[in-house]
Every structure is written in C-alpha cells, then in structure tokens.
C-alpha cells in the first residue's frame, strides 16, 4: 500500500533519524512535526524549529507543553537565517512543510529564494546518510514560484555527493502536494 504523502515524509525521517541525534523544523507551523521529530530523537536528541509567524511559535509550543516535550528550541526567525542559530552541529535529518499555515493568513507563504537557502546551510550541516524532507503545496499564489526554484537547485546537486528523490501521487487533481528528499552519501 503506498504512503500518503505527509505518512511517507515521517516514515523516511524514522529510517534515517536515530535516538539522541539533532534535527530541524524549518518551517514549524501547527507544530505536528516539530512534536513527531521531538519523539523520534528522544530525551538525549534536540530538535531546533523555525517560523516567521509569532501564531505558529505559540501553537507550537502549546503543543510541545501538552505533550511535556522539552528537547525542542523554538526560534522565532526565518530559516534562511538557520546558520546564526546552528553551528559546528551535525544534523540528522530537516523537515520543510511549505506553504502557508492552515486556518491562518494564506498571504505569509515559504518563497523560493530563502527555502532554497535554508536548504543549502542545511546540506552544509547534514551528516552524511542524513536527510533533508521537503513537503511541497504548490497550488496557492506564488506556490509554482518556490517549486520552480526549488527544482532548479536541486536539479544541478552532485548525484556523486546527493540521492534527490521525488515521491508523489500523479492522478491526483488540483496541484497534489508531492515530496522532495535529499539525501547526503
Ligand atoms: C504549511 S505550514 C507548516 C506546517 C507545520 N509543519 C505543521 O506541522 O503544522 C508553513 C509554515 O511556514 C512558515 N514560514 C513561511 N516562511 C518561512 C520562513 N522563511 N522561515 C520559517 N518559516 C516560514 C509559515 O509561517 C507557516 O507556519
């Protein structure tokens, strides 16, 4: 049986991400995957999660309190910016949820230009084996622009340096979000 997308985005996370490593949100929201990446590296691993949206750093840890997980660091910035927060750290494995924040202002989107250089300090900072998840919703206004920009760097990566998968449904109607994953060798 084939993974829905967002399924599949953790399920690969869970076959590369061990106990006590450290990850990246980058684009924490709601908090589901901050909350998912905090169990999955456990009490001895660390979690770092980024928003630009002060709504989304508060749900984020309503939920993290709910659930009394405290190995997360909420950074209220954007990724582009991961470097001035993340040094001399090995990293596991990153999530990107792009888009908008659901039941939230549709005008404050991820855009191309620093989603592509949040990726970029992250493959910087990735171990080797690690992975990069991206989940990419193209269908609102500006949607197509990131994806554009997003293929473009991937497309030109070093297959010797990386594996960049692709996974998504092709008989879906209306823009079916799809997942980008980048794995370092
Ligand atoms: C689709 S939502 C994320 C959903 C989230 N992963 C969850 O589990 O609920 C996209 C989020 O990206 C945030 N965002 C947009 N641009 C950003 C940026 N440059 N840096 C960090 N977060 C950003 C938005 O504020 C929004 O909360």
Do not use: W
């Not at 901050?34 to 456990?42: E, G, R």
């Not at 979690?47 to 709910?66: P, R, S």
């Not at 954007?78 to 792009?98: C, V």
């Amino acid at each position: 049986m084939l993974k829905g997308i967002l399924n599949y985005a953790h399920y690969l996370l869970e076959e590369t991400v061990e106990k006590g490593e450290v990850v990246i949100d980058a684009t924490c929201g709601n908090g589901n995957d901050t909350l998912f990446l905090s169990k999955l590296v456990a009490e001895h691993g660390y979690v770092y999660a980024f928003d630009i949206q002060e709504q989304a750093i508060a749900n984020t840890k309503e939920a993290l309190t709910f659930h009394e997980r405290t190995n997360v660091s909420l950074i209220h910035d954007s990724h582009e910016n991961i470097a001035d927060y993340i040094k001399n750290t090995e990293i596991a494995g990153a999530i990107f949820n792009l888009g908008y924040l659901p039941k939230s202002d549709k005008t404050v989107i991820t855009e191309g230009a620093s989603t592509v250089a949040a990726v970029d300090t992250i493959l910087s900072l990735l171990k080797k084996g690690g992975l990069v998840v991206l989940v990419v919703y193209h269908g609102h206004e500006g949607g197509k622009d990131e994806k554009k920009s997003l293929l473009k760097y991937l497309f030109q990566l070093d297959q010797k340096k990386y594996n960049v998968l692709r996974y998504g449904f092709i008989n879906q109607k209306n823009d079916p979000p799809f997942i980008l994953a980048i794995e370092k060798k």
